[in-house]
């Protein structure tokens, strides 16, 4: 089991443009989680998939984010036009149906300058 | 609002010594709630708790949830400088949405 596959590991970009995140769940896990992590805040839910359908997207801070999964095996984090603020550890997590845990990816670090 | 909140935030313990940290939750539909340990990466996960009462073990961890309360406690006995992590809750809530505490950041000193 390769586990949650996340890339980049680490994204330096400056502020205003485009940033994609990228994320692969564990086979077989029919959720997907994006989370945001910084000191200030801690680990912010921003949206979750069940069966490739978002579910409940309340948590994204606004409309430059935005979120896909065009099948079960990949999911997309998009911020267009990123700001300095968005510099976080932004982390994927997958699940199976039902009462089970989350599994994390090893997230990706984010710097906009 | 759905919110997990976690004390201390911060604690530093010598090793050898036993150490409780706590998690409180107000969730719409609470499912179950669930312990993660945070080294450098990604959270790993400890324990998932969903009936009242009943503790989970495993080594030297432990934990159990009172639903009346709204509270679940993470206990850690003769603790080791490898048990230095933030601790995380987090409670599944309605439409199965996962939110998390800010953490406790715990430090062992040998």
């Known amino acids: 089991d390769a586990g949650v596959i996340q890339s980049p590991r680490h994204e330096v970009t400056e502020m205003g443009q485009e940033v994609t995140l990228r994320c692969k769940p564990i086979?077989?896990?029919?959720?997907l989680f994006w989370y945001r992590q910084t000191m200030m805040r801690g680990l912010e839910l921003l949206i979750y998939?069940?069966?490739?359908?978002?579910?409940?997207d309340s948590g994204m801070p606004e409309d430059r984010f935005s979120a896909k999964m065009p099948n079960a095996s990949f999911s997309t984090l998009k911020i267009q036009p990123s700001e300095p603020r968005d510099s976080a550890v932004y982390f994927c997590?997958?699940?199976?149906?039902?009462?089970?845990?989350?599994?994390f990816g090893n997230g990706t670090r984010l710097t906009v300058t | 609002e759905d919110k997990v909140v976690q004390s201390p935030l911060s604690l530093v313990v010598h090793e050898g010594d036993t150490v409780t940290l706590n998690c409180s939750y107000e969730?719409?539909?609470?499912?179950?709630l669930l312990w993660y340990k945070q080294e450098k990466k990604a959270p790993t996960f400890l324990f998932m708790l969903t009936s009242s009462g009943i503790e989970k073990k495993s080594g030297r961890l432990s934990s159990i949830l009172d639903k009346k309360e709204l509270f679940s406690i993470l206990n850690i006995t003769a603790t080791q400088t490898g048990d230095s992590a933030v601790y995380l809750c987090a409670v599944e809530a309605r439409d199965d949405k996962i939110i998390f505490g800010k953490g406790t950041r715990l430090h062992i000193l040998p």
């Open positions: 969730v719409t539909n609470f499912r179950s």
């Open positions: 997590a997958s699940r199976y149906p039902g009462d089970s845990p989350l599994h």
């Open positions: 998939f069940n069966n490739n359908v978002p579910i409940d």
């Open positions: 086979s077989g896990h029919n959720s």
